[in-house]
């Protein structure tokens, strides 16, 4: 009776050991409670990597600031703000300057004009300014200035000065008329602009998404080695116990075999857990870039802190239905694309018609210059008897003083012979139009879809966290009543060992099913395009 009696002893307190590591941490006297914490295992930790504890807040804070993904669609705005700023310099003035110096020289035909050839030097400069309205005209002043120096007889001014100031004034009337219309690459680029932000905050709540799946998978993992650690602890212990019993001949030498079994099959979950915490750190490590901070980013052994919980949160499908509709980015990119699209064909069907513009200019001349002087004053003497000097400036003044106003209207018509390559366009563009409406549609029809799916997962999966939870509760009766018949005899090693492990099981159970409900949150916030508003996330800039 002594081995059967120091067996019982021995194997009673392995059962309260595993029990007390198995048990929630409230059971244990942590004062948590048992359906927000209910895994503490202490496995083997790899003491010689070095630790690095991360609340999920902290992994979703390093993700915004170092995952690659988000920071390259984060360049994508910005080049749609640079095509915008572009686009707006078409309505910016434009200034130009011309200069322009010629000398000519060819034979005179006649005695009477010059004695022997004719020359002549002209240098004149132009200075414009040219604004582009809105509503597809433009608008322009010039002033232009010349001196002219000439050889020839009987010139009453020589050098002569002469400047013009010119208004123009260029407006098209049914063609490329109208402020959309002659605003159209702002038009385009402003909305690319709104789809590109879309675009990233599609990225964005994708992103967090990403962080919190990866978050609570690496929860998992690492709570399932401990279990799988334990586990095997417990079948070498029943590998041991089975060694004393065979040696003192209480046991026959077959039972041997199925405890060595039994710990070769642990081993195997181990390497298989053990190959899961790695893939979770690194799908982890990856998504927060780990390696932008940390040069040994690779050696850290990444400790989550963040327990799941089962905090039941009510969701109604048709509100969630509609927040999605309201608010998920890729949904609103299509809308923003459907606007531009309904653009462009606005634009296409403007250009079917005729090509109607108007012109008007309004422009001063002036002109000065060194008066010559004749005998009797008659040029035809050619005798010249004095000179009186004139200004540049009197030709500019009398230019800018509008002393000589003229003035001239005018309309152009253009009919295009053939308008085959018009029309096409703007059927291409009644196409692209009803392709965008269809996209929509479909969208909105997958959003019902993928909102009707996250909704079922939330309530199937906490239904689930509550089951396990009770099937781990049972598991722990279940156990207790074998310890119980166990001491009277009633059982054997074997049975209470594999109702421990069934205990193990159910824990690791439940917390898969509570990770399944955390996921299927952080899944359901997505589909909503709620996630960045629920975590509080607006990024401006991710450097």
């Known amino acids: 009776m002594r081995p059967r009696k120091a067996n019982l002893i021995y194997l009673f307190i392995l059962t309260v050991s595993l029990i007390f590591f198995s048990l929630p941490g409230q059971a244990r006297g942590t004062g948590k409670d048992p359906g927000n914490r209910p895994f503490s295992f202490n496995g083997n930790e790899q003491q010689s990597a070095p630790r690095l504890e991360l609340s999920l807040e902290d992994c979703i804070l390093k993700a915004l600031k170092n995952n690659l993904n988000l920071k390259a669609e984060m360049i994508s705005p910005e080049i749609a703000e640079k095509n915008v700023a572009l686009a707006v310099e078409k309505f910016m003035p434009t200034l130009s300057l011309n200069y322009n110096a010629q000398s000519t020289r060819s034979a005179s035909y006649s005695f009477l004009d010059a004695s022997d050839e004719v020359k002549t030097q002209q240098n004149d400069y132009t200075f414009q300014m040219t604004q582009n309205i809105p509503f597809g005209g433009s608008l322009s002043a010039s002033v232009y200035n010349y001196v002219s120096d000439t050889n020839r007889r009987f010139q009453t001014i020589n050098p002569?000065?002469?400047?013009?100031?010119?208004?123009?004034?260029?407006?098209?009337?049914?063609?490329?008329?109208?402020?959309?219309?002659?605003?159209?690459?702002?038009?385009v680029a402003n909305y690319s602009r709104e789809i590109s932000g879309e675009n990233f905050q599609r990225v964005l709540e994708n992103t967090i998404y990403n962080v919190e799946a990866a978050y609570w998978n690496l929860v998992y993992a690492r709570e399932n080695l401990k279990v799988r650690q334990q586990s095997l602890r417990l079948a070498q212990e029943l590998l041991e116990k089975n060694k004393i019993e065979i040696e003192a001949g209480t046991?026959?030498?077959?039972?041997?075999?199925?405890?060595?079994?039994?710990?070769?099959?642990?081993?195997?979950?181990?390497?298989?857990?053990?190959?899961?915490?790695?893939?979770?750190?690194?799908?982890?490590?990856?998504?927060?870039?780990?390696?932008?901070?940390?040069?040994?980013?690779?050696?850290?052994?990444?400790?989550?802190?963040?327990?799941?919980?089962?905090?039941?949160?009510?969701?109604?499908?048709?509100?969630?239905?509609?927040?999605?509709?309201?608010?998920?980015?890729?949904?609103?990119?299509?809308?923003?694309?459907l606007r531009s699209r309904e653009f462009n064909l606005d634009y296409a069907e403007n250009q079917l018609l005729p090509d109607l513009r108007l012109q008007a200019s309004y422009w001063s001349p002036g002109i000065s210059g060194d008066q010559i002087l004749y005998q009797d004053n008659n040029p035809y003497t050619g005798i010249i008897i004095g000179k009186i000097p004139g200004k540049k400036s009197d030709a500019l003044r009398d230019a800018l003083n509008f002393k000589y106003q003229n003035w001239a209207v005018g309309l152009t018509l253009s009919l295009p012979v053939s308008t085959l390559l018009s029309r096409s366009y703007f059927a291409q563009a009644s196409l692209d139009l009803k392709q965008a409406r269809l996209r929509i549609k479909n969208q909105e029809q997958q959003i019902d879809l993928e909102i009707s799916t996250a909704v079922r997962a939330v309530e199937t999966n906490y239904q689930r966290a509550l089951a396990y939870r009770a099937a781990r509760e049972l598991a722990q009766k279940k156990l207790e009543a074998e310890q119980e018949k166990f001491k009277v005899g009633l059982s054997t090693n074997y049975m209470v060992l594999q109702y421990q492990r069934d205990l193990a099981n159910a824990l690791t159970m439940e917390l898969k099913s509570l990770i399944d409900y955390n996921i299927s949150l952080a899944n359901l916030d997505r589909v909503m395009g709620v996630g960045r508003e629920r975590r509080q996330v607006s990024v401006i800039n991710p450097d």
Not at 164 to 177: A, H, I, Q, V
Request: proline share 6%.
């Open 160 to 187: 002569r000065y002469g400047s013009t100031l010119r208004l123009n004034f260029n407006m098209p009337l049914l063609k490329d008329f109208g402020y959309k219309i002659g605003r159209r690459e702002i038009v």
């Open 251 to 337: 046991l026959p030498p077959i039972e041997l075999l199925t405890a060595e079994s039994e710990v070769s099959t642990r081993q195997a979950d181990i390497l298989e857990a053990e190959a899961m915490v790695r893939n979770a750190e690194d799908q982890l490590r990856f998504i927060i870039n780990l390696p932008a901070e940390m040069a040994e980013a690779k050696k850290v052994q990444l400790i989550p802190t963040d327990s799941p919980s089962i905090e039941k949160r009510e969701v109604d499908y048709e509100e969630a239905l509609n927040t999605a509709i309201m608010k998920r980015p890729d949904l609103q990119a299509l809308r923003v694309d």
